[in-house]
């Protein structure tokens, strides 16, 4: 298994450590979407739009897209 | 829409959240509910966490033993509970007394069985089989292998269960990756096999004693579940954990259901079969809103016994948190844009944990100062807030040259290291100021390696230092806050000094 995987943040290709998580693509696509994320402003969702969360895994090839979030609460975000 | 026609609606959408694969009927059918958690993580306090509520807090033990209760209530001849791992390491009360308060939550709450996640690792072997055997319940794991022969000490492939007369396999997998996530000591002697590998060979088996239906309680993620579906034929449902999921609505690959409950005990799942008990087929599953939000506010139900089960740990730990982990003789004090005794100390422990030549921590995650005395736990949580791992990786001489001129350009705030000394000239262009770098009392090869050991925020490239994300043969190690614990534990009385590790001329 190679060391780096290159996971799709809304697209752009980024390149991190095999056994990182959701956060380590956004800190590597762009600190400011992780500390938003991270604020609860946007949301996470993986390529069939489920919520995911910064500590899950991510896997050779994995498409996560940000988007900011319409609700008080995410429950309620479909 | 007046009341009778809002009921109508509602019976429609009940009707329509129930798929009918193929062309069995539902009248000889036993329903069969499968409640579900993983990555709780050690979340049995209620937590406040923006990226979920902004006004309440979510999760807690007490409040999803509540529902999970409500949910079995419903049919408590046909209801099974289970883990897809990852459920003890990531919270002091969880942490600090090894998992054992979430063990006592699941046993209290009957859980199943609970598939291996990779974190149930982080804590060595010792402690993983102390967790086993105070369970009350399997924990399954068949795709890991042991140089010793067979798997891992006390973990089983599979387990057998029945509801409403349907045996059911239940069959444990963990992500591959953990030879790559977890602290090499604590896998040395393992092999993480590929799940499409060893899957059918156990299906055959688990069918010849009986299985009906077949379960895979799955530690992979999402995306390796689905092709787990596409690859391997007889797998009936997937019970998901590690990719932090919620999947609010059941993925449908193949003849397979899939299903994952997020994180942290925001939700507990819930699944509806309906099974014909004569072929064990399932002619009826629920197809939407199978997630049961955990909310804990003051309408929420709440397990009494399992909250005081949480508030006795919950007042151990506000003891452990005073504990006094070691002493500094002088105060410890942050510095955003130089050198600063902490970050010297946090740096030195960073390197002395890695067994690395350099190490390297970002002045951003050190978040306050701190008194001469005593330090305490609670202290030691307030200096080092984020849940950073140590990690250590191999990097060539230049490309540590490449990251010493990146802090000393001064956009953002400067690396704290240790093990080096490095010395700029300010008058010279951005990308050519180090005139001097040594390492471990050497002058910096370009082109030697260097075991370089940093924390995991880095290592990703956070702070615009990209260059950490190149590195090779990384190897994980504990968090940052463990590592300077045991160093503070080791050496005190510390008396950290700035001693020019850099020095900025002109």
């Known amino acids: ?78 | 829409m007046n009341r009778s026609s809002r009921i109508l609606l509602l019976a429609v959408g009940c009707v329509l959240a129930w798929a009918i694969p193929g062309h069995l009927q539902a009248s000889q059918a036993v329903p069969i509910t499968i409640l579900h958690m993983n990555d709780l993580h050690g979340h049995i306090l209620p937590y406040l966490d923006k990226t979920i509520r902004e006004d309440k807090k979510v999760s807690g033990a007490a409040t999803f033993a509540a529902i999970i209760q409500q949910e079995r209530a419903r049919n408590p001849a046909g209801t099974l509970l289970l883990s897809a791992g990852d459920m003890f390491q990531g919270t002091p009360i969880s942490n600090v007394f090894k998992g054992e308060p979430v063990i006592e939550v699941m046993n209290a709450l009957q859980f199943d069985a609970m598939a291996l996640g990779n974190h149930e690792l982080d804590w060595g072997r010792d402690a993983l089989q102390q967790l086993r055997t105070a369970a009350r319940f399997p924990f399954l794991a068949a795709n890991i292998s042991s140089t010793g022969g067979g798997g891992l000490e006390g973990a089983r492939p599979y387990v057998l269960v029945s509801r409403h007369g349907v045996k059911m396999a239940v069959i444990g997998l963990i992500t591959a990756e953990a030879a790559y996530s977890t602290k090499p000591a604590h896998v040395a002697d393992l092999s993480f096999l590929e799940p499409a590998t060893v899957l059918p060979e156990l299906i055959k088996r688990a069918r010849g004693e009986g299985a009906g239906l077949v379960i895979v309680l799955s530690h992979l993620g999402l995306d390796a579940d689905e092709e787990l579906a596409r690859k391997v034929s007889g797998i009936d449902v997937i019970v998901g954990g590690h990719s932090h999921t919620a999947v609010t609505d059941p993925v449908r690959i193949n003849s397979t259901i899939i299903v994952q409950a997020g994180y942290y005990g925001i939700y507990v799942g819930a699944l509806g079969l309906e099974v014909d008990p004569k072929t064990s087929k399932i002619v009826r599953y629920t197809t939407r809103d199978v997630l049961r939000p955990v909310v804990a506010d003051e309408h929420a139900p709440a397990d009494s016994n399992i909250a005081a089960l949480v508030e006795r740990y919950n007042n151990e730990i506000k003891a452990e948190f005073a504990r006094v982990v070691g002493k500094s003789e002088v105060d410890l004090v942050r510095q955003p844009m130089a050198e600063s005794n902490v970050g010297n100390l946090i740096a030195d422990a960073i390197r002395e944990a890695g067994a690395a030549d350099i190490g390297f921590q970002n002045g951003g995650g050190i978040r306050a100062d701190l008194p001469a005395g005593d330090v305490t736990l609670e202290e030691l949580y307030t200096l080092l807030p984020f849940d950073n791992l140590v990690v250590t990786m191999t990097l060539k001489g230049e490309q540590v040259l490449e990251l010493l001129e990146a802090s000393g350009d001064q956009h953002t705030r400067i690396l704290q290291v240790s093990g080096l000394t490095v010395v700029y000239d300010m008058s010279r262009p951005a990308g050519s100021r180090v005139v001097q770098a040594i390492v471990q009392g050497e002058k910096l090869r370009p082109e030697a390696q260097y075991r370089v050991a940093t924390n995991d925020f880095l290592a990703a490239g956070g702070d615009r230092f990209t260059t950490f994300k190149e590195g090779s043969n990384l190897v994980c190690g504990d968090t940052l806050r463990d590592v300077v614990s045991d160093y503070l534990s080791k050496h005190s009385r510390v008396k950290p000094e700035v001693e020019d590790r850099m020095a900025f001329k002109n």
């Open chain 1, 1 to 78: 298994m190679d060391e780096q995987i290159t996971v799709f943040v809304n697209g752009a290709p980024v390149q991190i450590h095999r056994g990182m998580k959701v956060k380590h693509a956004l800190i590597a696509f762009d600190q400011k979407i992780y500390a938003a994320a991270m604020d609860g402003r946007i949301i996470v969702e993986d390529s069939r739009g489920f919520r995911i969360g910064l500590e899950g895994a991510l896997s050779t090839g994995a498409r996560i897209l940000t988007r900011p979030r319409n609700s008080p609460h995410c429950y309620d975000e479909k």
